[in-house]
């Protein structure tokens, strides 16, 4: 698996709560000069104010704010805002303060005066902990930075989710059918060890993925891919734990967990081989305290540990270490490119721009509406104002007067013109196709519509190797798993194709044509797998043979 820095530019959104209008400026200006967005509150009610009103990524607390305390507001921001970043600045510095601080919520602590350097090393550790993943999730689910503040009366603020179009389009695409698992009835070469069978040829020895199958189909697999492939596309990345179903009798599971709430720990080879792997969640009691849960896997054990915070890197073992049959540590990393980003992290800004083009486009439009009317050559009288609102009519004008409406110009056409150049650059950007567009659609038939989509395959592509990888790999340990358990013979993952099928509408009769003019000279399984109703080739061949036994003997 690849290092990531997540120490890249991120823009953060800050408040400043300080009682110092000097401390308050010097502080908004450093961070400005630093591509950071600022707000500042000058007591703890406006601190209050300020973040209900808005969403805050960090947030610098004054301990000492006037006659008020600043440690008595940490809890109440954390309970209206859970993912902020409180950082604690004071001049009354000493171990005691920061480590009540940190204990009531508080992500870090530097005392006055602070320098530039220690700033820069806090907003470091905010871009980390904080940053990418969460901005990335934001964009997805629609929660634009121009939605914050509030926007004034007269203001008009829109967006529109490209960001959920890119990522959505791209995963039906490729994971709209579920995947199939194609594979040899026979292995050839020397059979493993035990699992020579009888009727066949030295050498060959049968394989069979029913079991295996099966665990799938209980927990309806295709859901959990989809949802492993949303995360790779909005994040960059996907983490899959494989665990024991609670049944009577259990039998392997697999979940998508938050790339937040993981991490998967290898070596330093090139081959990265896996050494453990942490997965953790933030619970509450039945008494409303917080705490984290945390488990360990290791390739043959699973231990859970609990903490009142991750930050004091406290952790306390609950209950017995549990041995599991998976062969291997049971978390799986899938990367969604080679760089590990997500489908839209690169046009982020183009979607800002075509948001906020959109927005000041309904804006000028609503303030359009707002005309002025003007009267040239008279002057209204007491109760001709209301006249004219009511009658739309008014009468007794001077024969040279005259009234006109006062608009605003508005050029449509050149804010059109500009919006379709977004699009375009969005799409190019991302090789997604542009469903609305009216060249798209014109010609959609044959090897016109396999060219209009030669980007989206170039991209699929490339995530249908990456993701490869990871379903391999977890086909070897529910294989491992099944294989102790005495319900499988082992399977080699040579032996086992992963077929996706793209999400293409289907020239029905060309493809029974072709399967039906290969008959012969491909192999039954093969041919099947290419029809789009047939999700299980290997049943289906089974099932033709049962058929055809059964009219063989009716013949008899």
């Known amino acids: 698996m690849e290092t990531i820095d997540f120490r890249e530019e991120t823009e953060l959104n800050i408040l400043i709560v300080d009682d110092e209008m000097n401390i308050r400026k010097t502080l908004s200006l450093w961070l400005k000069s630093h591509g950071h967005q600022t707000r500042q509150a000058g007591s703890a009610s406006a601190a209050r104010e300020e973040n209900g009103a808005n969403k805050f990524d960090l947030l610098f607390l004054d301990l000492r704010l006037g006659a008020e ?62 940053g990418r993943y969460t901005r ?76 295996l199958l099966r665990c799938y189909d209980c927990q309806h697999i295709s859901q959990t891919d989809l949802e492993i492939g949303r995360s790779m596309g909005v994040m960059g990345e996907g983490l899959e734990l494989c665990y024991a179903s609670s049944d009577a009798h259990p039998y392997p599971k697999s979940a998508s967990i938050d790339p937040r709430n993981g991490i998967l720990v290898c070596d330093t080879t090139v081959e990265h081989r896996k050494l453990c792997a942490l997965i953790w969640e933030k619970r509450e009691t039945t008494q409303r305290v917080p705490y984290y849960a945390l488990t360990l896997y290791t390739d043959r054990t699973e231990r859970d540990y609990r903490s009142d915070s991750l930050k004091n890197a406290i952790f306390h073992q609950v209950g017995e270490t549990r041995e599991h049959f998976f062969g291997a540590v049971p978390v799986i990393d899938y990367g969604n490119n080679r760089e590990r980003q997500g489908d839209f992290e690169q046009i982020t800004s183009l979607i800002d721009a075509y948001n906020g083009l959109m927005s000041s486009r309904l804006t000028d439009k609503k303030k359009f509406v707002d005309a002025l009317l003007v009267f040239f050559g008279m002057t209204l009288r007491d109760g001709d104002e209301a006249k004219l609102a009511q009658e739309k009519f008014l009468d007794g004008a001077p024969l040279d007067a005259r009234a006109e409406y006062i608009q605003k110009t508005f050029d449509e056409q050149s804010v059109q013109v500009l919006a379709d150049a977004l699009v375009r650059e969005m799409h190019k950007m991302t090789l997604t196709v542009d469903m609305s567009d009216e060249k798209f659609a014109g010609n959609s038939s044959g090897q016109a519509l396999k060219l209009k989509l030669l980007t989206m395959e170039l991209l699929v592509k ?95």
């Open 136 to 211: 990335l999730e934001r964009y997805y689910r629609g929660d634009y930075p121009l939605l914050y503040p509030r926007p004034e009366a007269e203001e008009v603020r829109v967006y529109i989710n490209y960001a959920k179009y890119v990522v959505d389009i791209a995963l039906g695409y490729y994971l709209g059918q579920p995947v199939k698992y194609d594979h040899n009835p026979t292995r050839r070469g020397a059979a493993l060890p035990g699992w020579q069978e009888e009727g066949l040829p030295v050498g060959e020895s049968a394989i069979d993925l029913a079991p």
């Open 69 to 130: 305390n600043g440690l008595e507001l940490i809890p109440a921001l954390l309970a209206d805002s859970p993912w902020l970043k409180i950082v604690v600045m004071t001049a009354y510095s000493s171990i005691d303060t920061a480590v009540q601080a940190m204990k009531l919520g508080a992500f870090d602590y530097i005392a006055k005066p602070f320098t530039p350097e220690q700033i820069d090393l806090v907003i470091q550790k905010a871009e980390q902990a904080n």
């Open 462 to 556: 490339g995530k249908m190797r990456q993701m490869e990888q990871g379903l391999k790999e977890r086909f070897q340990l529910y294989n491992h798993w099944l294989v102790t358990m005495g319900e499988m013979k082992p399977v080699g993952i040579e032996d086992v194709d992963v077929v996706f099928t793209v999400n293409l509408p289907v020239n029905e009769g060309e493809v029974v044509d072709m399967v039906a003019r290969l008959q012969g000279i491909v192999d039954d399984q093969t041919l099947l797998s290419q029809l789009w109703f047939v999700s299980d080739p290997k049943e289906a061949v089974d099932n033709l043979r049962r058929q055809k036994a059964l009219e063989n003997g009716k013949e008899q």
